[in-house]
Nanobody, 122 residues
Framework: QVQLVESGGGLVQAGGSLRLACATS????????MGWFRQAPGKEREFVAV????????YYGDSVKGRFTISREGAKNKMGLQMNNLRPEDTAVYYC???????????????WGQGTQVYVSS
C-alpha cells in the first residue's frame, strides 16, 4: 500500500514559521499532484495549497496566499509546505493528499495522510 505521512507540525507563536513535509511510503507518487488541506474543530476541511506532479503549477487558498509556499522536494516524490507569518486562525490539523488532478477540493484527491497538528498561539 502507498501511504502519506506528514511531519513538522507543532506549536508556534503568531508571526512565527513552520515547515511541514509529506513523505511517501511504498511506491513513488511523483506523477501525482499533491496538496495540503487543513481542518479546524467545527469546520469543514479547507483547501490550503496544491502543486502539480512536475512542480510547475501551484494554487493557494485565499487565506494563505503570500504566507505559505508549497514545493516538491527531492525527486519530486515528496512535498513541503513552508508556512510563514502564522496566525492563530491557522491552527488546525494539516493533511497531505495526493491525486491525479491539480484540484482545489477534497474530492480531487484520492490518498490522504493522517494529519499533523499545527497550533499557533496568540
Amino acid at each position: 500500500q502507498v501511504q502519506l505521512v506528514e511531519s513538522g507540525g507543532g506549536l508556534v507563536q503568531a508571526g512565527g514559521s513552520l515547515r511541514l513535509a509529506c513523505a511517501t511510503s511504498g511506491r513513488t507518487l511523483s506523477s501525482y499532484s499533491m496538496g495540503w488541506f487543513r481542518q479546524a474543530p467545527g469546520k469543514e476541511r479547507e483547501f490550503v495549497a496544491v502543486i502539480s506532479g512536475g512542480g510547475g503549477i501551484t494554487y493557494y487558498g485565499d487565506s494563505v496566499k503570500g504566507r505559505f509556499t508549497i514545493s516538491r522536494e527531492g525527486a519530486k516524490n515528496k512535498m513541503g509546505l513552508q508556512m510563514n507569518n502564522l496566525r492563530p486562525e491557522d491552527t488546525a490539523v494539516y493533511y497531505c493528499a495526493a491525486g491525479f488532478r491539480t484540484g482545489t477540493t477534497a474530492g480531487d484527491f484520492d490518498l490522504w495522510g493522517q494529519g499533523t497538528q499545527v497550533y499557533v498561539s496568540s
